[in-house]
Nanobody
């Protein structure tokens, strides 16, 4: 499984970005997907997760109500819509995949990361 994340950039506080992650895999719908982030000097943390069919999602408390994870299995792509961005959202964002229906941990496949910087 190869994952390519893109869509990061520099945005002002309160702005929006949409991250995308394209997966090179024959059976994308067989994988649970997640977005993680790692801020400066911090450990990597889960941001959001989505089930294979998109019907189940979960969010870290610090993004709930601002971020939305979604997927398009026909395009082998998972998205992270980020609204009302804050400076503390500044981080490298990674997409990840794991075989199975849904998962909050145990991801074994990782993209290269895309930088999101929120200016105050």
């Amino acid at each position: 499984v190869q994952l390519q994340a893109y869509g990061g950039g520099l945005v002002q506080t309160g702005g929006s970005l949409r991250l995308s992650c394209a997966a090179s895999v024959r059976t994308f719908s067989s994988y649970a997907m997640g977005w993680f982030r790692q801020g400066p000097g911090k450990e990597r943390e889960l941001v959001a997760a989505i089930s294979w069919n998109g019907l189940r999602t979960d969010y870290a408390a610090f993004v709930r109500g601002r971020f939305t994870i979604s997927r398009d299995n026909a395009k082998n792509t998972v998205y992270l819509q980020m609204n009302s961005l804050k400076p503390e959202d500044t981080a490298v964002y990674y997409c990840a995949a794991r075989p199975g229906d849904y998962a909050l941990k145990g991801y074994g496949y990782w993209g290269q990361g895309t930088q999101v910087t929120v200016s105050s």
